[in-house]
């Protein structure tokens, strides 16, 4: 079974800063996709940006970027230069191409400071 | 541009009521899926469904029936309401190649008492 770990629940950044949340996953497929998620406190969920298993390069939008390390096992989200508007949760999920269902981690609460 | 549409916002229960959760999409999907959303939890997938005609249990299917008869509708149904399932439902839809991202309903606040 897959399974999502994003190890901290909070994090707290400066505005103009970049901030790095974790995730780490399990899966015995080698095929499979990683997708990172924003839920404002409105409630909606916005995918920010995915990354393939067989992706040789880090995925990249706007101020977003994956750092795919898959010997690892982990599928970090980076954000730059920080906006009050990035206050949100934010989760890492998984779907496997066999299983084709999609996995979330916990999320991990990210605030911007001004 | 509806995208995934769910029915109703907000739903008080009494413990031992059935209801249905509904869940619509315009964009020809093939895959969708019902998530709950519980504090310091993420969302669990509750069910899924690859085609009409076809449907598979997710990580926390116990209380919960579904059934695809469109390609469009995706209801979910609380067979008789607990507490325990008390929580925001999310509806998702996406093509049914795997690299591609879920677009999400709005959700549904489900309360029971």
């Known amino acids: 079974a897959q399974k999502i770990t994003q190890t901290q629940p909070g994090m707290f950044v400066q505005e103009k800063e970049a901030v790095t949340l974790d995730c780490t996953y399990d899966t015995s497929d080698q095929s499979y996709g990683l997708f990172w998620y924003k839920q404002p406190s409105s409630g909606e969920m916005i995918f920010l940006i995915y990354q393939g298993s067989y992706d040789e390069q880090n995925a990249t939008e706007g101020r977003y970027s994956l750092n795919f390390q898959k010997a690892r096992k982990s599928a970090n989200l980076v954000i730059s230069a920080s906006q009050l508007g990035d206050s949100a949760m934010y989760f890492c999920a998984m779907r496997e191409y066999n299983n084709n269902d999609m996995r979330f981690g916990a999320g991990t609460r990210l605030t911007v400071k001004p | 541009n509806a995208g995934v549409t769910q029915t109703p916002k907000f739903q008080v229960l009494k413990t031992g009521q059935s209801m249905t959760l509904q869940c619509a999409q315009d964009m020809n999907h093939e895959y969708m899926s019902w998530y709950r959303q519980d504090p310091g939890m993420g969302l669990r997938l509750i069910h899924y469904s690859v085609g009409a005609g076809i449907t598979d249990q997710g990580e926390v299917p116990n209380g919960y029936n579904v059934s695809r008869s469109t390609t469009e509708d995706f209801p979910l149904r609380l067979l008789s309401a607990a507490p325990s399932q008390t929580s925001v439902y999310f509806c998702?839809?996406?093509?049914?190649?795997?690299?591609?991202?879920?677009?999400f309903g709005d959700g549904t606040r489900l309360s029971i008492l």
């Open positions: 998702a839809s996406s093509p049914y190649d795997s690299n591609q991202p879920q677009h």
